[in-house]
């Protein structure tokens, strides 16, 4: 749901998105709570925004109605459910709009039977074989006593409440749920037909054929391309470098120092390998000559990183220096520069995905790189692997179209690799229909592939799958496998499915239907879950409707 308040949220309220990521890797012990120095004074300037008994205006709103609903999301997908924080934020909406509609129906509060049942429903509760287990509720129990952000007990058993009541009325809300006959034999079919199936695949990556472009070729490949090899905004700028090399010898070190940066990286510093007779089965810890070995290179490590923090320090009082001037126009920092007797040095444009060598290769300054510009001339100090950098934006260079001769080597190479595609995929089509003649005139699939692969040059790796349904199909099966199985009857070879590195060809050797009337025990079942499935989606389309009507009434006035 992307409306006026997500945009809202993130404009003003950064704090709330931050809530958001801390709600969604909780584990064990949940830390939701109510950030210290978060109140009213946050919301000078900024009208109320009602929403089912929230202030979406005030963060302390914002923080209760997101870590509510963080907390009942996790215990119920467990600490580990990957829900984001978009997810989380349209399910603390629409548990907003489900406890007001319980509200107005009055939904008494859950009792203590009912919180009960409701925990032991819980993934965050259950065990490996997925039920509750007793010793997994206990340890939270135990971890919430010691917690330091104040979630108690109270707070759980608030929130399983209103979970509660939030559950009855959807209930309320999917009704019966409806389903087709045609649907439920849809579904058993999917789930319920058992294969027999072999395979034929074939290396991608061993088919080779002679591509040799013509000019032609390349230039109408190229001209078809649209903004392919487009070559992106690059951003044009000098910097003025503090290398760690000029803070390295001013740099002491005490034999103390060296030993106990030593002992807190020993892993840095391995004993370096003797390379005329080979270590012993079981050496013996030795940490006195194992550091007296490796001495030089703990000292010099030591040092630079040293150099390192006064390089970083000298960028960051050089750009104070630039800010507290007011050096804010080209002008104004030539002539700073020029006070300095300091001359930037010159990088070549580069794009967001080229780290220049002048700059350690570093993706932190080209980010910086790229958020300079003509209102903000002048980067912070930025440490990079060989000291610290401050940036000038002299320009952008903006979006443009090469001409071929600056990318025909790229274009030849994307030229080969579509037409050997295409050949791949054509050959496919021959291969298949080979198949298709042998396995009619009665060869076994391993012979008629055989028979194929000499005709065509191609080189199979079949493999026969014993009879099996999706429903419990074999944990190794290939997904390509189970795409090519919506459209294929008895006997039939599916088209070539590619992929990254090979091409697979599958057979179906038998098919068989499971029985799609109703004295099947899983006609009812799967009639259920289909209703249950249908009910839930009204459901949420209607809360969905309501939680966008009461948006649109905070909405701010144009």
Known sequence: MITWIQRYFQSHFKTIFAVLLAVIIVSFVFTIGAAPGIGDGSRRGLRDRPFFGYNLALE?????????????????????????????????????ATLHLADLWHIPAATGAEIEAQIKTLRMFAGQDGQFDAKAYQTFRDNLKSNSRGLTEADIARILSDDVRAEKVNNLLAGPGYVLPADIKNQLTRADTSWTLATATV???????????????????FEQAGGRYDIPPRVVVSYVDFPVTQHIAGVTVSEAEVRAFYDANPARFPKPADAKSPPPAVAAPNAGADFAAVRAQVEMSLKVERAQKLAAKAAADFAHDLYVAKATTPAAIENF????????????????????????RSPDAVAEAFRLGKDRLVSDAIPVPTGAVVLFWKDVQPTRKPLLSEV???????????????????????????????????????????AVATATGLKFETKSLPAFTLRDRPQDLDFTVIGALEKLEKGQVSDLSVNANAGVFVYAADKKLPDLTEANPRYAETRTQLASFTARLGASAYLSELVEQELKKAEPKS
């Open 337 to 360: 520069l020029a006070g300095r007797k300091v001359a930037p040095k010159a990088v070549a444009p580069f794009s967001r995905d080229e780290a220049p060598a002048e700059l350690g």
């Open 60 to 96: 302390k709103d914002q923080e209760r109605l997101m870590g509510d609903a963080g907390l009942s999301a996790n215990l119920r997908v467990g600490p580990f459910g990957g829900l984001d924080a978009a997810q989380i934020q349209n399910y603390a909406f629409q548990r907003a």
């Open 408 to 450: 025909r080597d790229r274009v030849a190479s994307d030229y080969a690799e579509n037409e050997k595609r295409k050949r791949f995929v054509e050959l496919g089509r021959t291969a298949k229909a080979q198949l298709e003649a042998r396995l009619k005139a009665g060869d076994a699939f391993e012979q008629a592939a055989a």
């Open 203 to 221: 290396s991608y990556t061993d088919f080779k054929p002679e591509i040799k472009p013509t000019d032609a070729e390349i230039t109408q490949f």
